[in-house]
Nanobody
Framework: QVQLVESGGGLVQFGGSLRLACTVSIGTLDYYSVGWFRQAPGKAREAVSCISASAATTLYAEPAKGRFTISRSTDKKTVSLDINNLTPEDTAVYLC??????????????????????WGQGTQVTVSS
């Protein structure tokens, strides 16, 4: 089973930027799509973006369009999420899941969290107003 570690979160001011990283610690991401989800206090976990194994496909949920950019490193060990113009509504724990059967396609944002085989521990993003 793949093990993932998220990093890069922190406390930022309104309008600031962050780069989050999802790095594989055990296993390989070479053949898997990877997604980014977030969970704010008291709210359901929601998918914000995904990237296919080849990086040819990247998708964004509505709240992420225009401000989030997902990418993979050339060695495919890290998937990054760049977030610009942060607002307090972006405050959440950000997590990256993967699963060999779940690919980054139009149906990705409908997958439930229980369908994913591997999750990291998450990284906290807090945006001050």
């Amino acid at each position: 089973q793949v093990q993932l570690v998220e990093s890069g979160g922190g406390l930022v001011q309104f309008g600031g930027s962050l780069r989050l990283a999802c790095t594989v610690s055990i296993g390989t991401l070479d053949y898997y799509s990877v997604g980014w989800f977030r969970q704010a206090p008291g709210k359901a976990r929601e998918a914000v973006s995904c990237i296919s194994a080849s990086a040819a496909t990247t998708l964004y949920a509505e709240p992420a369009k225009g401000r989030f950019t997902i990418s993979r490193s050339t060695d495919k060990k890290t998937v990054s999420l760049d977030i610009n113009n942060l607002t307090p509504e972006d405050t959440a724990v950000y997590l990256c899941p993967t699963d060999p059967e779940l690919t980054c396609t139009a149906g990705y944002f409908g997958y439930s969290k229980t369908q994913f085989d591997s999750w990291g521990q998450g990284t906290q993003v807090t945006v001050s107003s």
